[in-house]
């Protein structure tokens, strides 16, 4: 098994193999604990206007996403693990749409397999992979909105490669270095009400969820849960 690190938007395009997508604040933390209380599945979407037309034909579906880390005008919920952790999406369809994870997904055209990465189903997602063996694989940091690195989803790919080596990386101290960043800072200043100190929180959760997220393309393209 061949393993590629790659980052950002331009790395999401040149994915191939099985591509694991990496945006740990916030969207594939968030789409997790969307999972996890049972919606059936989350539907990634490009652009917010393709987003509420969706939701003007079918009425019923719940739609989620930021905006440059901020929650949009006429979103049901933003981009906040810990806001949807108490919410029951039995049955539920999801449209999400972020500046990063999202648009990582959709890059990955070259890809044969992709999932969702993130550090609350980092053991799923290696024992999907190496269950599945594929000949590469390709571990996409996605940064923020695609374009710049940031320490969270580099640290998470650096985890998810030591794991699929049968390493065991230090993940405590791989929270302190993110907490002392300001991408992990942000979520404990008060003054940045879009970031809650519980996504910080819910991100950090290792191996929460016992599932992996993985794309179906559809139609229509869908993230789904696969054990």
Same mark, same amino acid.
């Given at each position: 098994?061949?393993?590629?690190?790659?980052?950002?938007?331009e790395?999401a395009?040149?994915?191939?193999?099985?591509a694991?997508?990496?945006d740990?604040?916030?969207?594939?933390?968030?789409?997790?604990?969307?999972?996890?209380?049972?919606?059936?599945?989350i539907?990634?979407v490009?652009?917010?206007?393709?987003?509420l037309?969706?939701?003007?034909? &079918?009425?019923?579906?719940?739609?989620?996403?930021?905006?440059?880390?901020h929650?949009?005008? %006429?979103?049901? &919920?933003?981009?906040?693990?810990d806001?949807?952790?108490?919410?029951?999406?039995t049955g539920?369809?999801?449209?999400?749409?972020t500046s990063? %994870?999202v648009?990582?997904?959709l +890059?990955?055209?070259?890809?044969?397999?992709?999932?969702? %990465?993130?550090?609350?189903?980092a053991?799923a997602?290696?024992?999907?992979?190496?269950?599945?063996?594929?000949?590469?694989?390709?571990?996409?940091?996605?940064?923020?909105?695609?374009? &710049?690195?940031?320490?969270?989803?580099?640290?998470?790919?650096? &985890?998810?490669?030591?794991?699929?080596?049968?390493?065991?990386?230090?993940f +405590?101290d791989? +929270?302190?270095?993110?907490?002392?960043?300001?991408?992990?800072?942000?979520?404990?200043?008060?003054t940045?009400?879009?970031?809650?100190?519980?996504?910080?929180? +819910?991100?950090?959760?290792?191996?929460?969820f016992?599932?992996a997220l993985?794309?179906?393309?559809g139609?229509p393209?869908?993230?789904?849960?696969t054990?």
């Amino acid at each position: 098994m061949e393993i590629r690190r790659l980052s950002l938007l331009e790395g999401a395009r040149r994915a191939t193999g099985t591509a694991v997508i990496i945006d740990v604040f916030r969207a594939f933390t968030t789409a997790a604990f969307v999972m996890a209380n049972n919606a059936e599945m989350i539907i990634p979407v490009g652009t917010v206007d393709e987003v509420l037309e969706l939701r003007c034909r &079918y009425p019923r579906l719940i739609v989620m996403g930021e905006v440059h880390g901020h929650k949009v005008s %006429g979103f049901d &919920y933003g981009n906040s693990p810990d806001e949807v952790s108490r919410v029951d999406f039995t049955g539920r369809t999801i449209v999400q749409r972020t500046s990063s %994870g999202v648009q990582g997904i959709l +890059a990955a055209s070259g890809a044969e397999e992709v999932l969702l %990465g993130s550090f609350v189903t980092a053991e799923a997602t290696v024992k999907h992979i190496k269950r599945m063996n594929p000949s590469v694989v390709s571990l996409v940091a996605m940064g923020w909105e695609g374009e &710049y690195e940031v320490i969270e989803d580099e640290l998470c790919a650096e &985890y998810l490669e030591a794991r699929l080596r049968g390493g065991h990386p230090d993940f +405590a101290d791989m +929270a302190r270095l993110i907490r002392a960043d300001p991408q992990g800072a942000k979520f404990f200043d008060p003054t940045q009400t879009s970031f809650r100190e519980g996504d910080f929180h +819910a991100a950090m959760s290792l191996d929460r969820f016992d599932f992996a997220l993985k794309v179906d393309k559809g139609p229509p393209m869908r993230v789904e849960k696969t054990l």
